[in-house]
């Protein structure tokens, strides 16, 4: 199994910036493939971005590309979502999940951290 904590979230303004953590614990050395979703109020949980934890390659969505970051930190099994030029429409829960095979196909999941853009 593993767990997954994120942290970070917050209430910031338009054009702000704000950094996600997730913490990975458990058999993060079976992890394929780190990503971060979010869900807006109503609406469904959507991509934003992802990390292979072989070669540390990334994805992104096209609503976040330029805008948006993930890196990790090996020593603390740490992934992070650094996040610029923040717009309202940024606002939802975003969660990070585990993919355990190259299928992306996500096994676990967090609690999930708000964030909230006001404008």
């Known amino acids: 199994q593993v767990q997954l904590v994120e942290s970070g979230g917050g209430l910031v303004q338009a054009g702000d910036s704000l950094r996600l953590s997730c913490a990975a614990s458990?058999?993060?050395?079976?992890?394929?493939?780190l990503g971060w979703f979010r869900q807006a109020p109503g609406k469904a949980r959507t991509f934003v971005a992802r990390?292979?934890?072989?070669?540390?390659?990334?994805g992104y969505a096209d609503s976040v590309k330029g805008r948006v970051t993930i890196s990790r930190d090996n020593a603390k099994n740490t992934v992070y979502l650094q996040m610029n030029s923040l717009k309202p429409e940024d606002t939802a829960v975003y969660y990070c999940?585990?993919?355990?095979?190259?299928?992306?196909?996500?096994?676990?999941w967090g609690q999930g951290t708000q964030v909230t853009v006001s404008s």
């Open positions: 999940a585990a993919s355990m095979r190259p299928a992306r196909v996500y096994d676990y």
């Open positions: 458990g058999r993060t050395s079976s992890v394929y493939t």
């Open positions: 990390l292979t934890w072989s070669d540390s390659s990334t």
